[in-house]
C-alpha cells in the first residue's frame, strides 16, 4: 500500500521560505503514469493545488503561485519537495502532498497533511 | 479559469439519498468526462470517491455514484449514513494545458 507523509517546518517567517518534504513509501516514485503533487488548503477554505512534477522530472505550477513555488524530487530517496518564497499570512494552511494520475485526471493517495503557520 | 461552483451545504436523514452538484462550463465539465470527486472528514485528508465521471475506486461503496448533464457534474450518496457527514469536493479538466484542472469550492454535507 502507496504511503506518503509530509514533514517540514510549521512555523515560518514572513518573506522568509517554506520546505517540505514528501516521503513516498510502498511504492516508486519513478514509476511512470504518475505525478507527484501538492495540494494545500488554508484554514476553514477550500483546496488550492499549487502544483506538481513528473516522474520525468517535468513540473506544473499553479499561475497564481509559479513565480514563487519550486517542486524537485530525489528519487535516491524517494522523496520529493516543496519549496513556497516570500510567504505570507495568506500562506498559512493545511499542507498535503499526494500522487496525481494525470490521465484521468485523480488524487489516489494522500499524505496526512502538515500545517504550517506564517508568522512572526 | 474559474472554481467550479458547489453548493455550501446540503443535508439529509439517515437513509435517504442526497445529491451534490457541481456546475462548470462548456470548457470543462462539458467537454470532458474527467470528473473526480473527494470526501474529506474533519482535520483528515481528502480521499478519492469518484473519478471519470461515474466510476468507483476499490473500496469506496457503491452507496456513491457520480453523473454527468450538459455542464454540471453530479455526486449522489444513496443511503445515507452518519459517517457520510463530511465535506465533498470535486475536480475536472478545463481545457487543453497540461495545469488545466479547478477544484469546485467544497460542499458540507451535514447528516441529521
Known amino acids: 500500500q502507496l504511503q506518503l507523509q509530509e514533514s517540514g517546518s510549521g512555523l515560518v517567517k514572513p518573506s522568509q521560505t517554506l520546505s517540505l518534504t514528501c516521503a513516498v513509501s510502498g511504492g516508486s516514485i519513478s514509476s511512470g503514469g504518475y505525478s507527484w503533487s501538492w495540494i494545500r488548503q488554508p484554514p476553514g477554505k477550500g483546496l488550492e493545488w499549487i502544483g506538481y512534477i513528473y516522474h520525468s522530472g517535468s513540473t506544473y505550477y499553479n499561475p497564481s503561485l509559479k513565480s514563487r513555488v519550486t517542486i524537485s524530487v530525489d528519487r535516491s530517496k524517494n522523496q520529493f519537495s516543496l519549496k513556497l518564497s516570500s510567504v505570507t499570512a495568506a500562506d498559512t494552511a493545511v499542507y498535503y502532498c499526494?500522487?496525481?494520475?494525470?490521465?484521468?485526471?485523480?488524487?489516489?493517495?494522500w499524505g496526512q497533511g502538515t500545517l504550517v503557520t506564517v508568522s512572526s | 479559469q474559474s472554481a467550479l461552483t458547489q453548493p455550501a451545504s446540503v443535508s439529509g436523514s439517515p437513509g435517504q439519498s442526497i445529491t451534490i452538484s457541481c456546475t462548470g462550463t462548456s470548457s470543462d465539465v462539458g467537454s470532458y468526462n474527467l470528473v473526480s470527486w473527494y470526501q474529506q472528514h474533519p482535520g483528515k485528508a481528502p480521499k478519492l470517491m469518484i473519478y471519470e465521471g461515474s466510476k468507483r475506486p476499490s473500496g469506496v461503496s457503491n452507496r456513491f455514484s457520480g453523473s454527468k448533464s450538459g455542464n454540471t457534474a453530479s455526486l449522489t450518496i444513496s443511503g445515507l449514513q452518519a459517517e457520510d457527514e463530511a465535506d465533498y469536493y470535486c475536480c475536472s479538466y478545463a481545457g487543453s494545458s497540461t495545469f488545466d484542472w479547478v477544484f469546485g469550492g467544497g460542499t458540507k454535507l451535514t447528516v441529521l
Open positions: 499526494a500522487r496525481w494520475f494525470g490521465e484521468l485526471g485523480y488524487f489516489d493517495y
